[in-house]
């Protein structure tokens, strides 16, 4: 086995035992178990158990700005970009799971200061990533004026960062269908107030008021 494909295998070992029993129960001892080898074997690949910490949380949070910067630097109208976001944000959450998993249950503090680089800054950047996608709406005339940004990009991460909690791989929904399920239902809400005043109204609303 390549060096890299080792350490990827100790990484995602490590995900799962931190997951398992919080990061500050966790020994090194834990992770050599979960890959049946010897704790010293170990040692040649990372030095200590912030090492594998610090290889957890920065690389997701790295590769979602990246994915989030793609998908907003293409042509698509701004209910396609938060659409592609929702689902980027989704599959990510899921391939790395395990990572989230110590993410949202370690102190982010913590997590910054055994981080070589700024995880907080990265939420921040991704936060604001998030801001721009629902700003273009907002400027394109799609999506309420009225609303509060941040709120609003706090409830759609929110609903996503949910399905830690049930989405299994082997359920009856796919991740594609969850992410389309979740963004109708997001972009439902954000629709301009007169616009959805407009979709409520149906033929019999206006044929009752029309003979009222």
């Known amino acids: 086995m390549s060096r890299k494909a080792r350490e990827a295998e100790i990484y995602e070992a490590a995900a799962r035992v931190f997951r398992r029993k919080g990061y500050h129960a966790a020994r090194i ?6 890959l049946g080898l010897h704790k010293g074997s170990l040692y040649y690949y990372i030095s200590t158990k912030e090492d594998l ?17 793609e998908i907003l630097a293409t042509r698509h109208a701004p209910a396609q970009k938060l659409t592609r976001v929702i689902e980027m944000h989704l599959r990510h959450f ?10 949202l ?5 913590f997590l910054d200061a055994n981080a070589e680089t700024d995880l907080r800054g990265l939420v921040r950047t991704y936060d604001a990533l998030w801001d721009e996608v629902l700003q273009e709406g907002i400027a394109a005339g799609v999506f309420d004026a009225e609303m509060e940004v941040p709120i609003v ?13 049930w989405f299994r791989a082997d359920g009856p929904y796919p991740i594609q269908e969850i992410a389309r399920q979740f963004a109708a239902f997001a ?4 629709r301009p107030r007169d616009a959805a005043r407009a979709a ?6 206006l044929s009752s008021s029309s003979t009222a």
């Not at 249950?105 to 503090?109: F, M, S, W």
């Open 200 to 205: 409520a109204t149906t033929p019999s609303d």
């Open 153 to 165: 990009r706090k409830a759609i991460i929110g609903m996503c960062n949910g399905t830690y909690t």
């Open 53 to 69: 910490l610090r290889g957890l949380v920065e690389g997701p949070m790295q590769r979602m700005v990246a994915a989030t910067r």
């Open 105 to 109: 249950r370690e102190d982010l503090d």
């Open 187 to 190: 972009l439902d809400g954000l």
């Open 94 to 103: 899921q391939e790395s799971k395990d990572f989230f998993g110590i993410f």
């Open 29 to 34: 001892q834990d992770v050599a178990d979960e």
